[in-house]
């Protein structure tokens, strides 16, 4: 009887690990790229695109917004943050973290400068969810020094 039950165990602790890892490896096939578009999008100020991979309904009062609804409140709740941070010299992901079956938390590392031009590492928060198919920002938490967007 032991022993049924300590393969038992081995067997359990062992499918989820497998599952980790896959999921892991899923995260990296479907997250990274919509965090690489997300930032790319938000270093160049080029918010028109922001529809693609973010969903920020919640901040609004029309739940049904076109593309250009979608990306002009995706500008007006990111355009603060983006110019607090100035120069951004590069980012890179950090961590993504499970928060749930369809839902993510990453923590992104920007680089940029300071006034005097000393390169500073800020960090931001991204909340991901899974939406359909698809994966889209939902979050956001700035970590400039005078961040507006904070999540709740």
């Given at each position: 009887?032991?022993?049924?039950?300590f393969?038992?165990?081995?067997?359990?602790?062992?499918?989820?690990?497998?599952?980790?890892?896959?999921?892991?490896?899923?995260d990296?096939?479907?997250?990274?790229?919509?965090?690489?578009?997300?930032?790319?999008?938000?270093?160049?100020?080029?918010?028109?695109?922001?529809?693609?991979?973010?969903?920020f309904?919640?901040?609004?009062?029309?739940?049904?917004?076109?593309?250009?609804?979608?990306?002009?409140?995706?500008?007006?709740?990111?355009?603060?943050?983006?110019?607090?941070?100035?120069?951004?010299q590069?980012?890179?992901?950090?961590?993504?973290?499970?928060?749930?079956?369809?839902?993510?938390?990453?923590?992104?590392?920007?680089?940029?400068l300071?006034?005097?031009?000393?390169?500073?590492?800020?960090?931001?928060?991204?909340?991901?969810?899974?939406?359909?198919?698809?994966?889209?920002?939902?979050?956001?938490?700035?970590?400039?020094?005078?961040?507006?967007?904070?999540?709740?």
């Amino acid at each position: 009887m032991r022993k049924l039950i300590f393969i038992s165990l081995i067997l359990f602790i062992t499918v989820c690990i497998t599952l980790i890892l896959w999921s892991k490896r899923e995260d990296g096939k479907s997250i990274v790229p919509v965090i690489n578009n997300f930032y790319n999008d938000f270093i160049e100020k080029n918010y028109s695109n922001m529809y693609k991979y973010t969903d920020f309904s919640r901040y609004s009062q029309n739940p049904d917004l076109t593309k250009e609804g979608k990306s002009s409140l995706a500008q007006g709740l990111l355009n603060n943050d983006r110019h607090w941070y100035g120069n951004i010299q590069k980012y890179s992901i950090d961590r993504i973290s499970w928060r749930g079956v369809n839902k993510r938390i990453t923590t992104v590392a920007i680089t940029t400068l300071d006034g005097n031009g000393n390169e500073q590492i800020l960090y931001d928060k991204v909340i991901i969810e899974k939406k359909g198919e698809n994966w889209f920002i939902t979050e956001y938490s700035s970590g400039s020094p005078w961040r507006t967007m904070k999540m709740p």
